[in-house]
């Protein structure tokens, strides 16, 4: 009875686990990098990654975990590790499979860490700015192809390019997705991992280019209010309110 009662409650948590997840994997420069397993103990876990605890996702997007889907800590010295990554190269984040939400936004952001790692910073106390986004790509809210979706086809990755005029440094990178199939719930899958920058360049974000997490979004952006049935027709997507300019390769 116990034994058919907790079989049962483990098929439900894998059920639950399948409907949603997070980023489990990177590459960069042909490197392959396991990210942190959620759901065991951070104990022997080494990885670029930073921790994070369950596949469901954030629901405010003012939420003290909306940095790094997580309290904001790092591993410990020795068991987080941190990339390189040439600026100007490629980094591809891998969501489980199958990533189930097909329908809204990817987003990518950098932030610099003070010291001379970022082990040990807590990510709500950085600055981002984004070097990528991607919203609805055609069609119509309702029924178009939206980064998501790209993501889910191209083996469930998201790849950006590290900006070759970012200043060489320690960072962390910041993958999101935002699935919009359930607002006005909003639901944000963020996911963080260190890497250290070399070869860049002297372009640094601007003031206004930079924001804190929580901070950056509101629940009430544009972007995480569009109503994908009442306003099935529209085949515009307003990303984010705080965004004035992009940092992309300028
Ligand atoms: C697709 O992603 C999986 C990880 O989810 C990876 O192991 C596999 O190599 C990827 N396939 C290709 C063709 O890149
Ligand atoms: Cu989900």
Excluded at 7 to 34: E, F, I, P, R, T
Excluded at 213 to 241: E, H, I, M, S
Aim: with cysteine; aromatic share 10%; charged share 10%.
């Amino acid at each position: 009875m116990l034994a058919i009662a907790s079989l049962a409650a483990l098929a439900l948590s894998v059920q639950q686990v399948a409907a949603h997840g997070g980023v489990l994997y990177y590459s960069n420069g042909g490197n392959w990098y396991k990210g942190f397993t959620p759901y065991n103990t951070p104990v022997g876990q080494v990885t670029i990654q930073r921790p994070w605890n369950t596949y469901d996702p954030i629901l405010d997007a003012t939420a003290p975990t909306v940095s790094c889907n997580d309290d904001g800590n790092s591993l410990p010295a020795g068991q987080q590790l941190t990339a390189t990554v040439a600026a100007g190269s490629s980094i591809t984040a891998y969501w489980n499979n199958p990533w189930p939400h097909p329908t809204g936004p990817v987003l990518t952001y950098l932030a610099q860490c003070p010291g001379s790692t970022c082990t040990g910073v807590n990510s709500n106390t950085l600055r981002w700015f984004k070097i990528d986004e991607a919203g609805l790509l055609s069609g119509t809210v309702a029924t178009g192809v939206w980064a998501a979706g790209k993501m889910v086809a191209e083996n469930n990755t998201w790849t950006s390019t590290i900006p070759a005029s970012v200043p060489s440094g320690q960072y962390l990178i910041r993958f999101e997705t935002i699935a919009l199939h359930s607002l006005p719930a909003v639901t944000l899958y963020p996911e963080c991992a260190q890497i250290e920058i070399v070869g860049g360049g002297s372009r640094a974000p601007t003031a206004a280019e930079l924001v804190t997490f929580p901070g950056g979004y509101r629940n009430t952006d544009p972007g995480l209010v569009v109503d994908l049935y009442g306003q099935a027709a529209q085949t515009q997507y307003v990303t984010f309110y705080f965004l004035l300019s992009d940092f992309i390769n300028r």
